[in-house]
């Protein structure tokens, strides 16, 4: 016999080991109830930290039924999560946590003459699209998460999304679910009772289920009418009000019911055709204010998106990277306060009717904008819907203890009482003592207020509820909604009553039971909720530095490593699948433990004593780390700016107390020293790779993939002085460079060096070698991915010491490798704030920034390569640091040559990541995911570049390519 689960009970389930072992025999799909696996799934995007039972990864939906039903059995509550961004607390919870979107993430069926898809609800937004695109299709609920939104996530909340003035929410376009009752049952829940369900899905409920829910809605019909906001976002507790509508049916009833009535296992999807042509146009303004006054007659020009963008938000993102060129292109540098902005979107299928739509939109805006830019080209329009759709993390990116949060950011206001909203609330949030950024969806009046509060002060915590006591009664007396599209969750049921009344929210409470009388699905979410800051919910009362890491590198500029790692908000941009670099050990291995923010969350795990009294010697939290490809990708593309690589040296300065270095990993970090001595051996240690019986050795005992032939050992490494490329400076010589060559190039491929000398010396450049006495430079790389910090500052003194002798001449450092050189950029400062450290950065440049830079393009004279096209694979280091373009430019400047990036991520070799024996599988799925595929598909005249040294090595071991660095390319485009 099963027993009702109230929030309380709910709060005090506890771990079930039959339960568990039932689970395993059960299903397919995997389960894990380990301490670790339970911390990652206790969080999602929002303020709360709730630990599970376990976690379950159905395969099926068959899978999803049993679990359903085993829980049940034994007393626990089950939660059905999607990415885990929810912003609400809708997808965390005590009981099991129901995955879907590891292996639940296929097309069922498709209808494309009918418009129609059917999904598993673990399929990604951006994933769906690019699987429709073929055929001028797509699905229209543009959520700013798009990269990871899992369509049953979106059901779920009834999401909406910026171009929502046009096309509504998610109800409007679900035109059938199945899902699993709490007891156990599937069945088929249509929009049109009148329809079947798809081949192969279940039928529907009897038909006494539904009309009892019909009935309901005839009994509160007056009340719905009276109590439901009159604007186009509310999504607050269960939309009773629409099975009133024409052809409305139990699927409406179901989108939007945050996984507390059934869990879905496919939904019926409607489709629309892409149009032909886009565009936007970014009005700026003086004031927010000014802007929202604007919004309705922009919105009466028939816009399929209008965006607001507050000054705010836009002075954080021109502090991250990935926003800069946007900012520049619409006039705004960084350097004052850019103005508040709003972004019009128009698209139809006729170029005249959006040139005349833009044409309007300028006229309209004449007297009351401060400008108008025109983003015609795709390039520019994707750049700003990047940044806008950054907009929460963005909003997070600031090191300060007090955060902006997500609590009142989802109010719906009637479009004319936008600027009182504004105001008003205002007013309220300065009267509370903190401040706010405001963006988003100001065609639908839904804008995403954030109030910066720090949930570790007791007197924040009171102030997070006041300010959304004051902001929710101000919403609904301007007329609006307190819920607008990211659903209730925590943080908003109990507001429920306030706004709609206790009547409907006992109605509520009647559909609620009709569907799970037990309570057992995601309980205390829109019926009987907690408070919304109740204590034991809230994920800061578990602090931060309980067990601290001692640290080695400067995390000065976010105050501290705790709060470095707690920069992640669990947003989820690295649960991409996208073509991108981040996040590669993710988007291989689709675990949640392997993307940037499993290991931000497992280090938090760890610095707030969840993971034991010796979190640093958990083996869970090693792998979670282990498989950090270093790649930096975070550093660029995380909105929030986390930076695991770097967390990654630190985290393993400190287990090699309890992980003592391994043989390879001595010989793989000490490369550096011993590499005269073996280039001297060269024919001797390449032996390796011609014999197998050495190649098998190697692996057993020392863990070196026997499969992988390792870089080939140069008996002729690079060396200095370089008078014999003196003659080939061009007169009169512009000035001096001094050139790092780094071990790899010096001592595997030193042809790559000469040709760099050949081509400084062709532009009219003096070359000098960066050198010291004794063994050459080393940028301390191999040691510092070993956890070798004090061995890597011994390196990088001696260079910073030689290449300060450069810089203090004003003689720049120009470098091959991107991985070595660009240390000197990143970790060297972190590693010596000292000020020659600061100028050896600062001045060190890759060969084609430096050529860009240096205007030296025009002197090379450059003749038209043997071939017409080549393909660029940018080193991940290179994009991390916005690097890649000069490479691009620097090669368009060859005549006659066609120059195309690669779009691709991580090669996956990550410096000896893919040759080290338990690694070599990930590395090769890394490397599939989108640059081998583009590698085999070269033609014979293409020629293919790759400036690192790792990324040559893949590509020629993995598709039997031939990678060139840009130096060989461009001394190959000398005249003559």
Known sequence: MTRPISHDRAGTQRPRPRLEARLRAGQRGEVRFDRFTRGLYSTDASIYQVRPLGVVFPESAEDVRRTIELAGEHDASVVVRGAGTSQSGQSIGRGVILDTSRALNGVLDFDPAGRRVVVEPGIVLDRLNAFLRPHGLFFPIDVATASRATLGGMAGNNSAGARSVRYGHMVEHVSGIEAVLADGRRAWFARDTNGGAPPGRSGPLPSAFEADLRALHAREADELA??????????????????????????DLLVGSEGTLAVFTALELDLQPIPTVRTLAVCGFDRVRAALAAVPAIVALGPTA??????????????????ERALRQLGEDGGRRPRDILVVEFADDDPDRVSASLSALESTMGGVAAGVVRAESSEFQARIWSLRKAGLSISMSRPTAR??????????????????????????IDRHATHAVWYAHASVGCLHVRPALDLRDGDDVERLRAIA?????????????HSG?????????????????????SAFGEIKRRFDPDDRLNPGKIVDPPRMNDASLLRARNGLETQKLPTVLDWEKWGGFSRAVDMCNNNGTCLKRSPGVMCPSFRATSDERHSTRGRANALRLALSGQLGDDPWASPELYDAMDLCLGCKACRRECPTGVDMARMKIDFLHRVRADRPLSPRDRALAWLPRYAPLASRLAPLVNLRNRVPALARLGERVAGLAADRPLPRWSSRPFT?????????????????????????????????????VRVLARAGWRVEEASTAGRPLCCGRTFLNVGLVEEARVELDRTVRALGRFVARGIPVVGLEPSCLLTLRDELPALDPG????????????LTEWLVEAGALERLELAPLPVRRVRVHGHCHEKAFGADGPTLEVLRAIPDLEVE??????????????????????????AELELLPAVRALAEDEWLIANGTSCRHQIADLADARGRHVATVLDAAQPG
Do not use: N
């Open 403 to 428: 955060k902006p949060l997500a609590f009142i950011e989802d109010c719906a206001i009637p479009l004319e009482r936008l600027p009182e909203w504004h105001r008003r609330l205002t007013e309220i």
């Open 901 to 926: 990036p690669i779009s691709a991520g991580c090669c996956g070799m990550a410096g000896s990541f893919g040759y080290e024996a338990e690694h070599a599988d990930v590395s090769r799925r890394v």
């Open 485 to 505: 599209e990211h659903g209730d969750g925590w943080i908003r049921s109990e507001f429920l009553e306030p706004m709609l009344g206790k009547r409907l929210v």
């Open 306 to 323: 209008v965006e607001l963008v507050d000054a705010t938000l836009l002075e954080l993102a021109a502090q991250i990277p990935r926003f």
């Open 469 to 481: 006591a004051d902001a929710f009664a101000l919403a609904g007396d301007l007329g609006g909604s």
């Open 226 to 251: 009276r109590r439901i906001p009159d604007v186009p976002r509310h999504v607050a507790g269960y939309a009773l009000h629409r099975l009133g509508r024409p052809g409305a049916g139990l699927s």
């Open 720 to 756: 200095g002085p370089l008078r014999s490329h003196a003659a080939e400076v061009r007169s009169p010589p512009r000035g001096r460079v001094a050139l790092f060559v780094d071990t790899f190039t010096r001592y595997f491929e030193p042809e790559i060096a000469h040709a760099a």
């Open 835 to 846: 000020p020659a450290a600061a100028e050896v950065a600062a001045r060190a440049r890759l």
